[in-house]
């Protein structure tokens, strides 16, 4: 009975050894595919799984912006900060902080979820409120929104002067960075 002991012991040794080493490759195997699939990953879709967070955000042309993220769409975000709302273009995002380390994939998103900046500017332009528009090189603009096109906004400059329908100038949304209520230029 001591080869029979010998013999198990030696295939249950081998065993384990293969074992271990398809663990290995399959540890590799699984960290090549979290990595693959990570690529997939975008900043909306990290920012919609932050939605309550109170986050800062470096945004280019701005500084930085910081307050309770309350809503994601395709290509934007509004943070609530004290005293004003900011429309953020994630494209003009630098760095942010706060942000939770999930995400939840555009195709989980409503159908309002997904609606790009010109809607929310559209919704803006509605409203007929003042707002500052902050452009990427750093420029700033006091006015209303008045409409949207396909790739600018008009704004009209002076509250006063909107509503006489004068000082009317286009701004491409490539050159927007943010746009950020302005309840201080109302009257």
Same mark, same amino acid.
């Given at each position: 009975m001591g080869w029979e002991t010998d013999l198990f012991a030696f295939l249950d040794e081998l065993e384990q050894e293969a074992g271990a080493a398809f663990g290995r490759e399959r540890a590799g195997e699984v960290a090549d595919r979290g990595r693959a699939e990570y690529r997939a990953v975008t900043l909306a879709s990290r920012l919609m799984a932050s #939605? /309550? *967070?109170e986050v800062s $955000?470096? $945004?280019r042309g701005v500084g930085q912006v910081g307050g309770v993220l309350r809503r994601v769409g395709d290509g934007w975000c509004l943070v609530e900060a004290p005293g004003c709302d900011w429309v953020l273009q994630l494209a003009a995002v630098d760095v942010l902080r706060g942000a939770s %380390? !999930? +995400?939840v994939p555009e195709s *989980?998103? +409503?159908v309002a979820d997904r609606l790009g900046t010109g809607s929310v500017? &559209? !919704?803006l332009a509605d409203a007929y %409120?003042?707002?500052v528009l902050h452009l990427v090189g750093g420029a700033r603009h006091e006015g209303v929104v008045t &409409?949207? /096109?396909a790739d600018f906004l008009e704004v009209t400059y002076g509250v006063r002067a909107a509503r006489a329908g004068v000082r009317t100038q #286009? $701004? *491409?949304l490539g050159g927007l960075a943010a746009v950020q209520s302005a309840p201080h230029l109302a009257g």
């Open positions: #939605l /309550g *967070a $955000v470096d $945004v %380390e !999930r +995400s *989980a998103w +409503s500017l &559209r !919704r %409120e003042p707002c &409409r949207v /096109g #286009l $701004v *491409a």
